[in-house]
């Protein structure tokens, strides 16, 4: 398995893993009686490496899988986990790259889970608007995301 890597760049190998593991259904159980999957496993992984704040090169991986899994048919609990490690991970400076992935990611994962993850955007923020001038692709993601969220009715709070 090891060669199949060997002329691959970082993000091709997380694309690879993750096209092989976190998508297949395959299940067992843990010592403590409680099911796992491939799919919990990967999920913990991506939202742990994103989240992980003294490790750069980490979260820089856990970008890559969790925009390759964004790429992904994932149910809508799944989008909505990654959605929240993104969103938390965007109240960061990052560069154009990472945001890219990261605005994408919540682009699609605002398709899969049409109503959870939206309502997140509004309630956990950041304002998407402080990454406009980035480039081009990441002002038109920022533009997308927000038309989207235009459309959506006010959150009302008690």
Known sequence: MADDFEDLSSAAVIDVTAKRNATSFGEWTESDGQSFSNSKA???AAVHTV???KLTT???TGVCLIYNLALKELFDDVATELATAVLQFLHGDLPEDQ???CLLSIQRF???SYNDVPALVK???PDLNKFKGLSDRVDKLVEEVN???AT???LQTD
């Open 42 to 44: 990967t999920t913990r």
């Open 99 to 101: 945001a890219y992935m």
């Open 58 to 60: 980490l979260q820089k």
């Open 123 to 125: 309630m956990l923020g």
């Open 147 to 149: 038309a989207k969220l």
């Open 51 to 53: 989240l992980n704040e």
């Open 110 to 112: 605002m398709a899969i």
């Open 152 to 154: 959506l009715p006010s």
